[in-house]
């Protein structure tokens, strides 16, 4: 079974408009950590936002939010006001266990925001 | 400090031939990993680092592959009698200890041909 779950293969958004990229994930752990990476056509992942299990409040970062849905084991990143500069692959990943270091990504959403 | 360093940024190898990664880390970040990324996919974790010390590698991590951190500062990623198949994008991180977000580099891209 997929541990990372994308099921939006590519997005198209107007800019200004707030935009939201689906994650779903597979754990049976109680303790895990869920992140989201932007891509840029240049390669390097890029740090955007992360939540842990035993957060209670949403993580946010500046016009980043994840909608941290535990009981639906969803983890979904919120854009605010997109720019197009914000167009780029977008990767949810998971660490599971307590002192784990490994990362399970999805397979990514390409975002392209239209002007 | 200009981030996590790898090089080169691209390889064009003949099959069979071996190649050798270099990838620099933050400073003072105590942790190394590296990752595959094949075109269409997400990254996929290959091995890492602590200080020196190897802590997990990946059944990815065939018997051709071997990575080292031999002072615990940058790491090489060799790939011996390399395969079409070892066409990929590789990406190295590192990460200080009790922190949770990794810095990446921006790859090196592997062609075999």
């Known amino acids: 079974a997929q541990k990372i779950t994308q099921t939006q293969p590519g997005m198209f958004v107007q800019e200004k408009e707030a935009v939201t990229l689906d994650c779903t994930y597979d754990?049976?752990?109680?303790?895990?950590?869920l992140f989201w990476y932007k891509q840029p056509s240049s390669g390097e992942m890029i740090f955007l936002i992360y939540q842990g299990s035993y957060d209670e409040q949403n993580a946010t970062e500046g016009r980043y939010s994840l909608n941290f849905q535990k009981a639906r084991k969803s983890a979904n990143l919120v854009i605010s006001a997109s720019q197009l500069g914000d167009s780029a692959m977008y990767f949810c990943a998971m660490r599971e266990g307590r002192g784990a270091q490994k990362l399970v990504f999805g397979q990514g959403t390409r975002l392209t925001i239209n002007p | 400090d200009t981030g996590v360093s790898q090089n080169p940024r691209h390889k064009i190898t003949k099959r069979g031939q071996n190649v050798t990664f270099r990838c620099d880390p933050i400073?003072?970040?105590?942790?190394l990993y590296w990752y595959r990324q094949t075109l269409g996919q997400g990254p996929e974790f290959l091995t890492y680092f602590q200080n020196e010390a190897q802590l997990e590698k990946s059944r990815l991590l065939s018997d051709r592959f071997s990575a080292e951190r031999p002072k615990g500062s940058f790491s090489t990623l060799e790939i011996q009698r390399t395969e079409q198949g070892d066409s990929a994008m590789y990406l190295c991180?590192?990460?200080?200890?009790?922190?949770?977000?990794?810095?990446f580099g921006s790859g090196t891209r592997l062609t075999v041909v």
């Open positions: 991180a590192s990460s200080p200890l009790g922190d949770y977000g990794y810095t």
């Open positions: 400073s003072e970040h105590n942790r």
């Open positions: 754990t049976s752990d109680q303790s895990y950590g």
